[in-house]
Structure formats: C-alpha cells, structure tokens
C-alpha cells in the first residue's frame, strides 16, 4: 500500500508523531512532503488553472512531482498543526493549488478510490476546524472515504506529551489503521462524495467553463459513467 504524507509544518512535533504513528500501522511505502521545505509558492490568483489548464499555472513544475505521489498514493494523510484555529499556511497554500481539481472542476478519477486521512494536533482548541480545512479539499477531490483525528495535545512539544494523552492517541491511531487496512482494494465512495458528483454533473452539463465541459466528456462522466465504477 502507498502511503504520502503531506505534513503542513517542516518540524517534527507533536503532529508529525501522531502521523508516523499511523504510517508505522499501515506499514506502507511511504512518500514524505514537508511543507513549507519541498513546496513554498502562494497562489498567485492567476486563475490559469481553472481556465486554461493546470500546466500553465506558474508553479506546475515545481508542484508536478508532488502531484505525482499524491496520485500513486492509495492513502493520502494530510497533517497540520492547529495555528489559530486553522491549518498552518504553508498547508493552505498548497491546498489552493488543486483548487481545479475539486469536482466543480476537473477531479482525479483515481482519487475516488482513495482513502485520505486528517490529522491535527492543537495545544487546547481548533482542531476541529483545521481538519475541517483539509478534509474539504479532500472530500472535494473526491476521495473515497476519509477519517479524521485531531486531539489538543495540552503541550507545545512531543516530549511534553503526557503518558495517559499517548495512550489515546495509540488507541485511537490503532482504530483509524485497522478501518484503512480492512477496505484496502476496495473503497467504494461515501454517499457525501456521490451525491456532491451527481450535483456537479449537473452543473457541468450546463457547460459553463469549456475547458471543464471537455474534460468531463472525455471522462465519459456526462455520459453516466462513475469515476468510481471504471
Ligand atoms: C502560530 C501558532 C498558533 C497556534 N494556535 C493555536 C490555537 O489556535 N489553538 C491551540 O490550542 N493551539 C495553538 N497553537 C499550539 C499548537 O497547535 C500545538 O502546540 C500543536 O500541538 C503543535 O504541534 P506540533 O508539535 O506538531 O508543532 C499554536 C501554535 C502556533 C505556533
């Protein structure tokens, strides 16, 4: 199983431990992207992705390896600490470059069967919020089945961690690695994920952005075909 871990911070913290906790329990091949140290752009608003295609963004190159393991990956974990409620923004910033990839737009028809995992570790509050910030573009990728965890941590390091808060967090590791190795080769998609793709063909059957309509059409997916069920 390929594993690809999107850390949001290029420190080795509390998040990054949880996360290589559960990578440990997949045992997986695993791919490693530190933001912001292997990918530091903004997005600069172009808009070229979402009009005339992905590759004349500016910053295709540098992002086209990433993309590259996120869609060998069968599971895609993005993890974040929790800065002021929210993703940290070196992850933001990577998240708006896949902004053409929601499915109001040209989603990845292998990401449907895909899991994908939020992980977020806070000191106190704001982890709710901040899987929030990544599961939405997951979910808006389309990914299959997707779990979330976050915990406040009450420290700012690992070492700081307290023994009974380790123990839950093993636990709860645990539950979250068994569900992912039980549906392996075989995710079928969420009932959130399939109506959002049925109300999306509906907009892209009234062919508002050409380069969108052509996609899906070359997809199949106007047509009644499900990315799922290739
Ligand atoms: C800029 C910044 C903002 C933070 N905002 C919050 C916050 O809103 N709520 C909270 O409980 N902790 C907050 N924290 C604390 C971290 O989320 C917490 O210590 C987390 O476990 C750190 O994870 P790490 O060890 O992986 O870096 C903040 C820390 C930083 C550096």
Redesign the pocket.
Known sequence: MKITIIHG?S????????THLLAEKLDGELTEIFLPKDFDEFCCGCTNCFINGEDKCPHFKKLSPITETIDNADVIIL????????T?GAMKSFLDHYGYRWMSHRPKDSMFRKQGVCI????????KS?NKDMADSLLFWGVGKIYRFGT??A????ER?SDKKRRHIEKKVSSIAKKILSRRNKVRPGIKVRVLFSVMRLFQKKGLNPIDTKYWKEQGWLDGKKPWEN
Do not use: D, E
């Open positions: 911070q420190h080795k913290g509390s998040t990054f431990h949880i993890a974040s600490p929790v800065y002021v409620f929210h940290t977020s570790t806070a000191a106190g509050a704001g982890v901040t406040g941590v420290a700012t390091s690992w961690v």
